[in-house]
Structure formats: structure tokens, C-alpha cells
């Protein structure tokens, strides 16, 4: 079995910085796409970035452009989300996905696996 854990939420101000992380347990990413999405309360589940392990093609969502990056740690096997000037907008449970497929893109119906989300609040 996949498995995968999403670490690092939180609660901070408006205008701070989280950076989430996404390991996975006895298994590689190599050769995947890993997301990110989130869902707020009574909101539908919103993909938030993703990135291409081999070749590190990534994108955003228009919402978080310019303020969040994600990136590989490939010694540790993680994909990091660094979260900058967070708005109370961006305040949900996050979670981490791969696309077995390594077509990935922000459409969760291409994900194969997940983990649990880690909540991350925003105050204003």
C-alpha cells in the first residue's frame, strides 16, 4: 500500500508562511506527478499545485500563483510546499496526492493515492 502523510499545517496570520510536506512511506515518487489540494469547510476539494517528479514540470492555481512554490527533496523522498503571504482564503485542509500516471495537472480525478490532510488556518 501506498502511503502517503502531509505535515507542516497550522495556524498563522495573515501575511505568514507555512511550508507543508508530503513523504511517502516504501515508496518511490520517481516516475510520478505529485498535488497538492485542499478543501475548505463546505467547499469542494480545489487542487492547489503540482509537480512532476523527473522532469519538475509544475504548476498553480490561479489563486495561489506567486505565493506558494512547490518543490522535490529528493534525498528525503518529500515534496514541500512553501506557502507565503497567506490569506484567510487559503484556510482548509491541505492534502498531498500521486498521480501514478504522471499526468497529475490540479484535476483530482487523476490521482491515485492520498494522504490525510493537515489543516492549515488563517487569521485575519
Known amino acids: 500500500d501506498v502511503q502517503l502523510q502531509a505535515s507542516g499545517g497550522g495556524e498563522v496570520q495573515a501575511g505568514g508562511s507555512l511550508r507543508l510536506s508530503c513523504t511517502a512511506f516504501?515508496?518511490?515518487?520517481?516516475?510520478?506527478?505529485i498535488g497538492w489540494f485542499r478543501q475548505a469547510p463546505g467547499k469542494k476539494r480545489e487542487g492547489v499545485s503540482y509537480?512532476?517528479?523527473?522532469?519538475?514540470?509544475?504548476d498553480y492555481a490561479d489563486s495561489v500563483m506567486g505565493r506558494f512554490t512547490i518543490s522535490i527533496d529528493k534525498a528525503e523522498n518529500t515534496v514541500n510546499l512553501q506557502m507565503n503571504s497567506l490569506e484567510p482564503e487559503d484556510t482548509a485542509a491541505y492534502y498531498c496526492?500521486?498521480?501514478?500516471?504522471?499526468?497529475?495537472?490540479?484535476?483530482?480525478?487523476?490521482?491515485?493515492?492520498w494522504g490525510q490532510g493537515t489543516e492549515v488556518t488563517v487569521s485575519s
Open positions: 496526492a500521486v498521480s501514478l500516471d504522471a499526468l497529475g495537472k490540479l484535476n483530482e480525478y487523476n490521482y491515485d493515492y
Open positions: 516504501e515508496f518511490t515518487f520517481e516516475n510520478y506527478a
Open positions: 509537480i512532476v517528479w523527473n522532469d519538475g514540470a509544475r
